[in-house]
């Protein structure tokens, strides 16, 4: 899946608790994404990054922080974990703006 | 706010018949579109792309049609296989780099 690991890959966590999930690239892309998909919502932008500590929000990014450091890792924090947030959680990565995304496998995240 | 849209959220074909994806996009800002195939438990799979200066585009099995006059897009898979079965994502960049919209996705079935 181009180079791209995230991780964990399943986490069920208690309201109100943070939580990070990692997203780690060996491509060397530019720019790296978060995407949250639920039913009936397809896929919705987090927050992404076009650089090393250079982010943007996405459409649906309350509650969400991210962070990132090298180009090689991408942190997405949940500060205090909601019920509303248990979903599909995807890392892409891509070389620039107006190219193709290559995405990771996935976190499922429950939050009970 | 803008979005992308599909017509039909289920797309039920024959083994060796073509399939024909429709997904039809509000936001005439947008300059590159991108087709995604999602299996199960999988994160989703670039298929095809295309960019506002072209009207169709095509691949291996797969063409991408674009109506600018009608804000449409369409993929079309020839010769519809098993393995072409999953849910199928259309996305637009809404002319901001970076930034993709995700429709919520058509599920093709392939029948034998």
């Known amino acids: 899946d181009a180079g791209i690991t995230q991780s964990p890959r399943h986490k069920v966590t208690e309201t109100g608790t943070p939580v990070t999930l990692r997203c780690h690239q060996t491509e060397n892309h530019r720019y790296m994404y978060w995407y949250r998909q639920d039913p009936g919502h397809g896929l919705r932008l987090i927050h992404y990054s076009y650089g090393v500590k250079d982010t943007d929000k996405g459409e649906v990014s309350d509650g969400y922080s991210v962070s990132r450091s090298k180009t090689e890792d991408f942190l997405l924090t949940l500060e205090s974990a909601t019920s509303s947030q248990t979903s599909v959680y995807f890392c892409?990565?891509?070389?620039?703006?107006?190219?193709?995304?290559?995405f990771g496998q996935g976190t499922r995240l429950t939050v009970v | 706010g803008e979005s992308v849209g599909l017509h039909l959220p289920t797309l039920s074909v024959q083994e060796g018949d073509n399939s024909i994806i429709n997904c039809a996009y509000s936001n005439s800002a947008s300059d590159y579109f991108i087709w995604y195939k999602q299996e199960s438990g999988k994160g989703p799979q670039f298929i095809i792309d295309?960019?506002?200066?072209?009207d169709k585009r095509q691949g291996q099995r797969v063409t991408v049609l674009l109506n600018k006059t009608v804000k449409h897009l369409s993929l079309q898979i020839a010769a519809t296989q098993p393995g072409d079965s999953a849910v199928y994502f259309c996305?637009?960049?809404?002319?901001?780099?970076?930034?993709?919209?995700f429709g919520t996705g058509t599920r093709l079935q392939v029948t034998l």
């Open positions: 295309i960019r506002s200066n072209m």
């Open positions: 996305a637009e960049n809404g002319g901001t780099a970076s930034k993709l919209t």
């Open positions: 892409a990565i891509a070389t620039g703006p107006n190219t193709e995304a290559f």
